[in-house]
């Protein structure tokens, strides 16, 4: 047996390829099913115990040179076939290669953290699965709350509970906990809610959130930098405070901006009345500063929520809001930006 596998080692080693049919009958010979290596190892069943270690170390390093003679000549042929192929004609005009586009979300995204940085606002990040303390409760919306149900969750856990995030505010309550004032940080990402799918609603979508905390912050604070954002994003300056409600904010107001109503598509958007809600927005709950250990004797601040989703369909009069999770090139390959 030893002496039949020193022969076979010889000849595998001799062989010479001289051409892809070389390899192939190679390959046949020695390596197919019923080639010559193969049958050694139907001999291999019979041969004794004591004898088995070493002959079976030979016959396996026996397969593996081969193997290894068959990959070594195939990857040298496609390396000289894909050299060839590249230096083929030197005059041919050049390839052309097509550009690729942001997702609108990415724009939209981009932009308003370019607007926000400006005027000195860090970007912050947090986890898209969250506990219930930074979802819920530090926001002010202990255990069975009401206001709970104003966001259908994703519960991944119960007991102690994991969700998956419903809003951004749960990266105000985790920069709070570990940053002291004075704190001006805007927080981009995706978030989820159990609603129907529709072209007017998704189960995710994303929000900006944006925070402010220093000494002596008001009201008029908020107004200014919302202005200052709406007239860089939409060019358009005159916006609305309609009250709202929101548990970690008080006093809570949505946000409106006026479009105008000078055409059919501003009429539509607008629904007839010229003015687009474009976010929540109000100031800080002392709660939600004592929850994140931040002295609300001496701190005040402002928090804003817009969503991205629904600014991307605006600007770029999109419809529906399935198409920005279809993936569709021939949809995707229309935006073009440099943000
Ligand atoms: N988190 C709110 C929402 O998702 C928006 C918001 C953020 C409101 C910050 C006020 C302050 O609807």
């Known amino acids: 047996m ?29 390596l197919s099913k019923k080639g010559l290596i193969n049958s050694c190892f139907d001999d291999f069943k019979s041969v004794s115990p004591k004898d088995k270690k070493e002959i079976g170390k030979l016959l396996n390093q026996l397969k593996i040179s081969a193997q290894k003679k068959v990959e070594g000549y195939n990857s040298k042929e496609t390396n000289t076939k894909n050299h060839k192929k590249t230096i ?3 005059t041919k005009p050049g390839e052309i290669i097509s550009e690729g586009s942001r997702h609108p979300i990415s724009i939209v995204r981009n932009r308003i953290v370019e607007i926000f940085s400006n005027i000195g606002f860090t970007i912050s990040e947090g986890p898209e699965i969250e506990d219930d303390w930074h979802n819920f409760t530090a926001l002010n919306l202990p255990e069975h709350h009401p206001a709970r149900d104003m966001q259908d969750t994703f519960f991944i856990e119960k007991n102690p509970d994991y969700l998956l995030r419903t809003h951004t505010s749960s990266v105000q309550v985790r920069f709070m906990e570990n940053n002291n004032p004075p704190i001006r940080t805007i927080s981009p990402g995706r978030v989820y809610r159990n609603e129907a799918i529709s072209a007017r609603s998704h189960c995710f979508f994303h929000q900006i959130e944006g925070l402010c905390i220093d000494e002596d912050i008001s009201f008029a604070d908020l107004k200014q930098t919302l202005e200052y954002f709406t007239t860089e994003l939409f060019g358009k300056s005159e916006i609305r405070f309609r009250p709202s409600y929101f548990p970690f904010t008080e006093p809570s107001a949505e946000v409106d901006v006026y479009w105008g109503l000078n055409n059919e598509t501003d009429h539509k958007m607008t629904k007839g009345t010229g003015w687009l809600e474009i976010m929540g927005c109000g100031m800080v709950d002392p709660n939600v500063l004592k929850n994140c250990n931040i002295d609300h004797e001496k701190y005040t601040g402002f928090a804003f929520g817009l969503g991205i989703d629904r600014i991307a369909l605006l600007l770029h009069q999109i419809d529906d809001i399935r198409l920005l999770s279809e993936n569709d090139i021939r949809f995707l390959k229309q935006f073009r930006s440099s943000f």
């Not at 030893?2 to 020695?30: C, G, H, M, P, T």
């Open 2 to 30: 030893k002496q039949k596998i020193k022969k076979l080692s010889n000849e595998v080693n001799a062989f010479k390829f001289e051409s892809s049919d070389d390899v192939e009958n190679f390959r046949i010979k020695y």
């Open 88 to 90: 083929n004609d030197i």
